[in-house]
């Protein structure tokens, strides 16, 4: 069985004092034996403040990004080293975000997920299409030319220790969201595409769904049988909503 992960992306929020209100709150609402793998990604700032509230529980530490550099002169970028030192064991790679406001390109998050398994982390892939893309019919050939650049080189064992989230771009914090059989499809081409790389390896791949999740339409998107959890990102700024589709695993 094919680990079920729900993943909170922050974004660019959360002072301290708010990353403290909130872990506090999502560990005192946790609900026990969830078969849910939870990861919270604060932004670099509060990582330590969330390690040190993390410490001894379930919920697993991310970043929201990576430097594929191991060290030097890159002013701004945060190395793997950093974050395994504050305890991160994911890095979220290739978001849509960062490909448009920082034009990341399918080579350079390819570099940085090369770097993050050389270095012991989980990375957590995105990949997504535009509006303009799904509607020209273009789903599976954008999709499909990101798993390949992004996962260029990977052997068997590196697949295995990844994560990869489709993430539609028209879905992300426009309160729209792919019906849940228009995500399975997604995830069925990404599933195939892995088979394609080598077969027992794709079984074990979890792929999320991200794209405006939230606590109404997580329990829809969970039960189809390729979408292994959920890549949250505004509803896990909320402790309420963030547990109720944790709860919906």
């Known amino acids: 069985m ?8 922050w974004k660019m929020n959360g002072t301290l004092a708010e990353t403290e209100v ?14 849910a793998q939870v990861v919270v990604c604060p932004p670099f700032t509060a990582l330590e403040t969330a390690a040190r509230l993390l ?15 191991e060290k030097g002169a890159f002013t701004g970028d945060i190395s793997a080293a ?3 030192t504050v305890g991160a064991t ?9 490909r448009q406001y920082h034009a990341e ?8 997920a090369r770097r993050a398994l050389d270095s012991g982390l989980s990375p957590i892939i995105c990949v997504g299409e535009t509006l303009a893309e799904r509607e020209a019919g273009m789903t599976e050939q954008v999709v499909g030319k990101q798993v390949d650049g992004t996962l260029s080189g990977f052997s068997a064992d590196d697949l295995r220790r990844t994560v990869i989230a489709y993430e539609p ?4 914090g426009t309160g729209r969201t792919a019906t849940p059989e228009m995500a399975e499809a997604v995830h069925c081409f990404v599933r195939e595409k892995l088979v394609a790389r080598d077969q027992a390896a794709a079984q074990v791949v979890p792929i999320l769904y991200g794209g405006s ?5 997580a329990a829809g998107l969970l039960k189809q049988p390729n979408i292994d959890g959920a890549l949250v990102g505004g509803a896990s700024l909320k402790a309420d909503e963030f547990l109720t589709i944790i709860e919906a695993v």
Do not use: C, F
Request: charged share 15%; aromatic share 4%; no cysteine.
């Open 90 to 98: 994911y890095a979220i790679l290739g978001h849509s975000e960062r």
């Open 2 to 9: 094919r680990r079920k992960i729900i993943a909170g992306n």
């Open 213 to 217: 999740v939230n606590a109404k339409n």
């Open 55 to 69: 410490a001894g529980s379930p919920i697993a530490l991310g970043g929201q990004d990576m430097s594929p550099h």
């Open 105 to 112: 390109t399918d080579q350079l998050i390819n570099a940085k």
């Open 169 to 172: 771009v028209w879905a992300i």
């Open 82 to 84: 950093m974050l395994l």
């Open 22 to 35: 909130l872990i506090r709150a999502l560990l005192g609402g946790l609900p026990p034996n969830s078969r």
